[in-house]
């Protein structure tokens, strides 16, 4: 979610025009050794494997800092005697232990690194605690960028939440910040003073009264979960319950944590819940998540997809904060359909490097028209997915810098729904297309960690198409593929058409739907060579491209001179 201050301005300001950007993987920023420690895949890094993290905070709600440990088991990938963990430098370490044994360690910037007291073989499970303290990056602006949110309600009640996504969640618990390594599972303590309810990620289990007038809030996380997600929100909730019952008779635990005073509207705001489940099993299969249960949870900041606790701080205002971010005059709640859809975009099927986040928010805004299909139909659809045309840039690619911890650029939300409209109609069958949709998220990558490649290769494969260089124009360079034609009078009611795509692409092959009739698309194949074929038209002015069912520039030459 956190590029989504930017897409707001876009969509929002009239001067915002789309423009040709910069070539292939072009960035302009310098990478430092401490970018290459946190996004880089280091042998101190793929030595080992994390299976389960047990998290314990116990939070100083006066100094607005923590005292913690995080008992790290993992498993033993390749012989080593050095491994990495992270966390922020301003998070101090008491000590590192093993069976009791305390480690060595140095600090590189945000990295730690541990030393073992021999060498540890493959095969073997182990585990380390690391003790620390230390007060938390305050987020200026969250969640677009990352740290703990310290607040009060309308009550005067503290209230307080942590979203980190790209900044990581070493800036508040150690661990291995590195979104291809999850843990199979994950239990969160969180002791708070007692009046107060701390709510995590996963499963609620019996908390602990303490003698000192506090309590600790415990929590497991039964599934794998990538570290950003896991959360705290600290408040005066009020809680309740509800369930959803799937096509298979299954019932799915539903709990809404908010603030009193908001109970009404929340119960109100919150039905949309249900007809967005039975839409999203429809096309992408059961709610992931299962055992653990969905949660929306009221946030002092606007929503962040937290597996199973999602984030909501909407205000229970349609579309985005109140404002019509269809533009089309839908009034859905955007945070609840767009946040939940990252469940399965994002915390089931999930990137290995921050370069690849399109995976997460690619699908999950083109999720947003799944939901406007299946509740108003397929020409809403349409509408819904071309309105977001003016809010796209095409200055910067989609996919980010590798193993620096950069993501691409914020066009990775509505350029990416435009992109996966254009494949929907270059697939060109609709019964394909919903398998394809939804054997990514219920099948093939469901609870994985994948990268651009694997999901060009999966629609390669399972359309028999050759569909790479469609995938790098849209998603490496920043440049639309551009539709060239003319339209040359042969004999009468006669026309050659002359025609190719202008792309930086090589190799680029995609159909063109056009038209010379009563507005009766049909598809011809295009490529960057340039083609021929007769026409028959009763005036020119009848040839059209279509340019709503695929994201493209159209450009008609008036010369016969081939560019």
Known sequence: MKSKFFVLIAVFSPFFNISLGQSLMEHSREYTRADSLRGALRPERTCYDVTYYDLKVKIDTVNRSITGSNTIRFKVVANFTTLQIDLYENMKIINITMGGQELRYRREFNAVFVEMPNELPKGETNSIIINYYGSPIIAKRPPWDGGFTWTHDNNGKLWVAVSCEGMGASLWWPCKDYLGDEPDSMRISCTIPNGLRCVSNGQEE????????????????????????????????????????????????????????????????????????????????????????????????????HQSAI???????????????????????????????HEWWGNSVSCRDLADMWIHESFATYTESIYVECMYGNAMAMRYINAKKPSVGNKSPIVGKYEVNEEGDGDMYNKGMLFLNTLRHVVNNDTLWWSLIKGMCDTTFKMKNIGYQDVVNYFNTKTGMHLSPVFEQYLRYSHLPVFEYQLIKTKGKWYQLRYRWNTDA?????????????????????????????????????FKVNNEWMYIAVKKLTSEKQK
């Open 206 to 305: 019996p908390e602990t009264k303490h003698a000192d007038s506090t309590t600790t809030f415990h929590w497991y996380v039964s599934y794998p979960i990538n570290n950003y997600n896991a959360t705290l929100n600290i408040g005066d909730y009020v809680h309740w319950h509800d369930f959803y019952i799937a096509q298979d008779g299954d019932t799915l635990s539903l709990d809404y944590y908010v603030l009193p005073y908001n109970v009404e509207k929340a119960q109100k705001q919150f039905a949309q819940v249900k007809p967005m489940l039975t839409c999203y099993e429809k096309y992408l299969g059961k709610y992931p998540f299962w055992r653990d249960g969905y949660a929306l949870v009221e946030t002092p900041y606007l929503g962040m997809e």
């Open 311 to 341: 984030a909501y701080g909407n205000q229970y205002k349609t579309g985005y904060a109140g404002i019509d971010f269809s533009r089309i005059g839908l009034d859905f709640d955007y945070i609840i359909i767009h946040e939940s859809a």
């Open 506 to 542: 090589k190799d680029f092959k995609m159909p063109v739907f056009i038209t010379v009739t009563a507005d009766k698309y049909h598809p011809i194949s295009a490529s960057n060579e340039w083609q021929t074929q007769q026409i028959h038209l009763n005036k020119e002015a009848d």
